[in-house]
C-alpha cells in the first residue's frame, strides 16, 4: 500500500530508526489506501530465498492494480554468504529476514516464510528434500495459502527441471505446484482447518524469462502467445516515480547479499506463463474470471459503490472531509458476516481512519531493554490533527500491566500526554526471533507454537490499544511500543523495545583449541539487564575436563558487565566436548543465555537471546609460522579463528597494503571475496605477488565469478568458474600426497575431512597454468571429480595459494582436521 517518494525513502533508510518510524501518510498515500481498499484479490509470489523475488511484479501488484500482494521465501537465506559483516547462519537469516520486510516496505508487500532451513547450495530438488523434511515444509506452504488465501498464485522457478538451476529454487516451485492442489483438501493437514480453513487459488503461473531459456536470443525466438505479459516499467505520477523505481529500492535493501539496484525507467515486460487453473477467459489477463470487487462478498457491493464515491470526490488538500463518509464504510465492513476478507478491510479502513483525522497515537519508552517481572517507563500520546471530534475512551493493554486512562476529548492539535510505570509479568515472552527459540536440526527450525509457523517474525509481546470514538463511531488502533531517543546528530531515533533475559552470558570464543596438554582460559562476560543481581557464575562441562575456579560469585548493578576469567585444562584423549556456562542468582534463578544484538542502519537493531555455548577442542596439531596479516575480505571470522591456534594475526584494510608492511609476516592471508570487494586490493595486487616472490606466503581465500574486480589476481594462469562440492561429506582425494600441503606439519588424512559443515567448498577454478599443483579431488554424487579446490604455485621464492575450501564455516563450527590443514598452509614457507 505504502508508496513514497524516491529521495524521502533513500533519505530516511541511511538511519537505523527509520524502520521503527511511526506511519504517518501522505494526503497521497491516503488515496492510494482508498484505491486498495475498494480491491479484494490476492496475489503470492513464490521462491526460495530472500533476494529471488522479482520485486519489479510484487511492486505492480501492489501499486497498480492495487492487490494484496506477498512474497513466500521458502528459507530465511542462513546458507548465504554475508558481504556487510561476520554474521553466519542463524544471524544471517535474522538479517536476510530483515531485509526481506525492509523491501515489502518499499514495494506494498507481505512477507511469509516456512521452517526450511538454508543449509547452503543444493544441486538438485532431490538432494534438498532428503536435507528438508518435505512434508513439514509443504504444510507449512499450505498454510500460508491457507491464511494468505491468494487467488493468483506465482512461482519464481520451474518446477520441470532437474538440476540446472539451485535445488532449493525447483524445490519451492514443486511444493507451490503441489499446494496448490492440496490446499483445498480438508483431509490434508487437518490441524489447520479450524483455524484457516481450507482454500483454493484459482490460478497458478510461472514467471519466465530468458534465464530459463539460455539466452535472450532463445526467449525471443520462444513461443509465448499463451503467456500472460505485464508491462511493469509503469509511471505513478502522483507520487513522482515509476514502478522500476520502486522496485530497484526495494531489491536494494538485499544489502547483506549485494545486490544494490539501479533502475531504468522504460517498458519492462514481464511474462507469466499458465501451469494450473482456468485460463478459458481472456488467458492473458491474469484475473480474468476473479471477481475483484467488494461484490465477491455477501452485502458487499453497497461497500464498493460506498468507496467509489469517496474515490470520486476525494479532496487531496483536505482528506479528513471523506472522514465521515470513511467512518460509515468502516461500520458496513463491521456489519459484515466474519470471515477473511471482514477482517482485513476492517484493519486497512482504521488505517485510514487514522490518516484522514490526523492522528497520531504513540507508546514509547526510553527504555531500549527490559525483563520479565519488571517495570518500564511509558509515555503514551495520542494527537488529533484535523477538525473532526475525537474522543479517547480508553487505553488498553496487551501482556503488560499499565495505567488506567479516562475518557478526554482531543482537541485539534492539543496532544494528549500520559506517562507512567508499567510492569511487565514474569511469563512474558522475550523478543528473540521465534524461530531459533529451539536448536535447530541441519535442514529445519523447529517452532512449538504452530500459530507462528509462517510468520516472519516474533509478534510484538507487548501491545498498546488506543480505544477512540471518532464522531460517535468506536474505532481501536493498535500500537506497538517503540523505544525513543534523542541524538544529537540524527535527531530523534526509533528502535525496537526488547524484552530479554535478566542476565546475559556471552563466551568471548566460542570455539577453544588445546593442541598440547597445557592448560587455557576462557573469558566469559556476565550482563545484568536489571537491578541488584547476586549471584555466581559456573561452567557446565564433562567430568574428564577440568575447570577451576569451581565457581566465582559477583554482584552487578544494571547495564553492568563483568568479563570473568576460568582455566581449562583438557584430558589427553577426548577429542571435542561442550561447555555451557550458567549464572546462578541468590534465589536459585539460573541464566544461561547469551544475548546478540545485530545493528545495520537499514534494518531495526535486533535483540537475539540464544543458548550459550563453548566447543572445547582437543586438537593434535603443530604450526611453524607466528605472525599472520590478514587482509579483510566480505565479513568472515577466519583471522579470529587463527588467533584462538595461538597465531599472532594483524588484521587490516587492503588500503594499508605496503612491502614494508608485508615483510613483518610470515604468512599473509586474503579474506574471502577480497577481490570482489576491494578496488584497492587489486591496485595492490603487484604487491602481493611481489611479496611472494621474495618468499613470502600468500594464501588467497575464495572469490565469487560476480562482480570479479580482478580476474586472475594470481602471478600464472587461473579461472575461477562456479564449480562447488556441496555435500560435506564427499570423497576426499589426495592428489599429491607427498605434497608439504598434506605433511607439515601435520601429517593430513581423509579423518582431517570428517565433521565438515554445509559444503566443501564453493568457486573452485576450473582451470590453471601447469605451474599450480592441485592438491585435493573432490565430487559431488553423480558428477565427475573436481580438482580446483586447493591450488599451490612456487613463484620465486615463495608459495601462492587459491583455495576455494569453505574455511569460513568450518572454522566457526569447530572443525579440527579445517584448522590442521589451514595450519599447513600457513607453513609453507617454513
Known amino acids: ?92 537469516g535474522v538479517i536476510r529476514t530483515q531485509e526481506l520486510l525492509a523491501a515489502r516496505k518499499i514495494d506494498g508487500g507481505q512477507q511469509f516464510f516456512t521452517r526450511a532451513n538454508d543449509f547452503g547450495y543444493s544441486k538438485t530438488p532431490q538432494e534438498t528434500f532428503s536435507i528438508w523434511d518435505k512434508e513439514k515444509v509443504l504444510s507449512d506452504v499450505v498454510r500460508v495459502f491457507r491464511k494468505f488465501k491468494p487467488d493468483v498464485v506465482i512461482d519464481r522457478f520451474n518446477h520441470r527441471t532437474e538440476g540446472d538451476t539451485h535445488g532449493h529454487h525447483t524445490a519451492s516451485a514443486r511444493l507451490s505446484v503441489k499446494a496448490f492442489n492440496e490446499a483445498n483438501n480438508k483431509n490434508k493437514y487437518p490441524d489447520q482447518i479450524d483455524l484457516l480453513g481450507a482454500w483454493q487459488p484459482e490460478k497458478l503461473y510461472f514467471n519466465t524469462s530468458y534465464w530459463f531459456y539460455g539466452s535472450r536470443e532463445a526467449f525471443e525466438q520462444a513461443d509465448k502467445k499463451d503467456f500472460a505479459e505485464i508491462n511493469v516499467g509503469n509511471y505513478f505520477p502522483l507520487q513522482g516515480i515509476s514502478n522500476t523505481e520502486i522496485a530497484a529500492l526495494s531489491r536494494s535493501q538485499h544489502k547483506s547479499q549485494g545486490f544494490g539496484n539501479t533502475a531504468e525507467r522504460k517498458n519492462e ?22 471477481d475483484t470487487s467488494w461484490a465477491r462478498l455477501k452485502n458487499g457491493g453497497t461497500i464498493g459503490k460506498k468507496l467509489k464515491k469517496i474515490i470520486t470526490n476525494y479532496d487531496f488538500k483536505a482528506p479528513s472531509k471523506s472522514l465521515s463518509e470513511m467512518l460509515a464504510v468502516y461500520q458496513m465492513i463491521e456489519d459484515l458476516k466474519p470471515g477473511h476478507w471482514r477482517k482485513i478491510k476492517l484493519k486497512e479502513a482504521e ?10 497515537l504513540q507508546a514509547a519508552t526510553t527504555q531500549e531493554f527490559a525483563t520479565p517481572g519488571k517495570s518500564f517507563d511509558l509515555q503514551l500520546e495520542a494527537t488529533n490533527r484535523s477538525d473532526f471530534k475525537v474522543d479517547l475512551k480508553s487505553v488498553g493493554y496487551e501482556n503488560f500491566e499499565g495505567q488506567s486512562i479516562s475518557a478526554h476529548e482531543l482537541q485539534k492539535n492539543s496532544p494528549f500526554y500520559r506517562a507512567f510505570q508499567a510492569q511487565l509479568p514474569l511469563n512474558v515472552d522475550f523478543s528473540t526471533p521465534y524461530w531459533l527459540m529451539q536448536k535447530a536440526g541441519k535442514g529445519m ?57 535478566k542476565v546475559s552470558v556471552n563466551l568471548k570464543n566460542e570455539n577453544l583449541i588445546f593442541s598440547d596438554g597445557l592448560p587455557k582460559t576462557i573469558e566469559v562476560e556476565v550482563t545484568s539487564h536489571s537491578k541488584n543481581v547476586n549471584g555466581k557464575l559456573k561452567l557446565k562441562h564433562p567430568d574428564n575436563w577440568k575447570v577451576s575456579p569451581k565457581s566465582i560469585d559477583l554482584t552487578l548493578n544494571e547495564k553492568q558487565s563483568k568479563t570473568l576469567n576460568f582455566e581449562i585444562n583438557p584430558p589427553k584423549n577426548s577429542k571435542v566436548a561442550h561447555l555451557k556456562p550458567v549464572f546462578e542468582t541468590s534465589s536459585g534463578k539460573t541464566y544461561s543465555k547469551k544475548l546478540q544484538i545485530i545493528n545495520y542502519n537499514h534494518i531495526p537493531q535486533q535483540a537475539i537471546v540464544l543458548p550459550s555455548e563453548a566447543k572445547l577442542i582437543r586438537l593434535d596439531i603443530k604450526k611453524k609460522d607466528d605472525k599472520i596479516g590478514y587482509i579483510k575480505g566480505a565479513g568472515d571470522v577466519v583471522a579470529e579463528n587463527l588467533r584462538i591456534l595461538g597465531y599472532q594475526v594483524d588484521v ?68 575461477i568458474s562456479h564449480n562447488r562440492v556441496t555435500d560435506e561429506n564427499s570423497p576426499v582425494t589426495f592428489l599429491d600426497k607427498d605434497h608439504p600441503a598434506l605433511n607439515s606439519p601435520n601429517k593430513i588424512t581423509t579423518k582431517d575431512f570428517e565433521g565438515w559443515v554445509q559444503e566443501r567448498g564453493l568457486y573452485f577454478p576450473d582451470e590453471w597454468g601447469p605451474q599450480f599443483t592441485p592438491i585435493l579431488s573432490l565430487k559431488d554424487p553423480g558428477e565427475k571429480p573436481k580438482e580446483g579446490s586447493l591450488l599451490i604455485a612456487k613463484y620465486g621464492k615463495g608459495h601462492y595459494v587459491y583455495t576455494g575450501l569453505s574455511f569460513f564455516r568450518e572454522f566457526p563450527a569447530g572443525v579440527p582436521g579445517a584448522y590442521r590443514l589451514f595450519a599447513n598452509l600457513l607453513s609453507l614457507g617454513n
Open 1 to 92: 500500500m505504502r508508496k513514497v517518494l524516491l529521495a524521502i525513502i533513500s533519505f530516511f533508510l541511511c538511519f537505523t530508526g527509520f524502520a521503527q518510524q511511526p506511519q504517518e501518510w501522505s494526503s497521497d498515500e491516503i488515496y492510494q489506501g482508498l484505491q486498495k481498499l475498494n480491491v479484494l484479490v490476492s496475489v503470492l509470489y513464490v521462491g526460495a530465498h530472500p533476494d529471488d523475488e522479482n520485486t519489479q511484479i510484487i511492486s505492480y501488484f501492489s501499486n497498480k492494480t492495487h492487490a494484496r500482494t506477498a512474497y513466500l521465501s521458502m528459507t530465511r537465506g542462513d546458507g548465504g554468504q554475508n558481504l556487510i559483516g561476520p554474521e553466519i547462519r542463524e544471524a544471517l
Open 269 to 290: 515486460i514481464e511474462y507469466l506463463e499458465p501451469i494450473k487453473g482456468d485460463f478459458k477467459q481472456q488467458p492473458k489477463d491474469i484475473f480474468a474470471g476473479i
Open 351 to 360: 488505517k485510514l481512519i487514522a490518516a484522514m483525522s490526523g492522528l497520531y
Open 445 to 501: 527450525y523447529k517452532v512449538k507454537r504452530k500459530k507462528l509457523i509462517g510468520l516472519p517474525q516474533t509478534p510484538d509481546p507487548v501491545k498498546v490499544r488506543f480505544n477512540l470514538s471518532l464522531n460517535g463511531v468506536p474505532v481501536s488502533f493498535e500500537r506497538s511500543i517503540i523505544y525513543k531517543t534523542n541524538d544529537r546528530v540524527q535527531g530523534e531515533v526509533f528502535k525496537p523495545f526488547n524484552i530479554i533475559p
Open 652 to 719: 587490516f584494510e587492503a588500503s594499508e597494503i605496503s612491502t614494508e608492511k608485508l615483510n613483518d609476516f610470515d604468512a599473509i592471508v586474503v579474506g574471502v571475496r577480497a577481490y570482489n570487494k576491494s578496488q584497492a586490493l587489486v591496485n595492490k595486487n603487484s604487491v602481493l605477488l611481489d611479496y611472494v616472490k621474495t618468499g613470502g606466503t600468500l594464501v588467497t581465500q575464495y572469490n565469487t565469478t560476480g562482480g570479479l574486480k580482478l580476474k586472475n589476481p594470481s602471478p600464472f594462469e587461473l579461472h
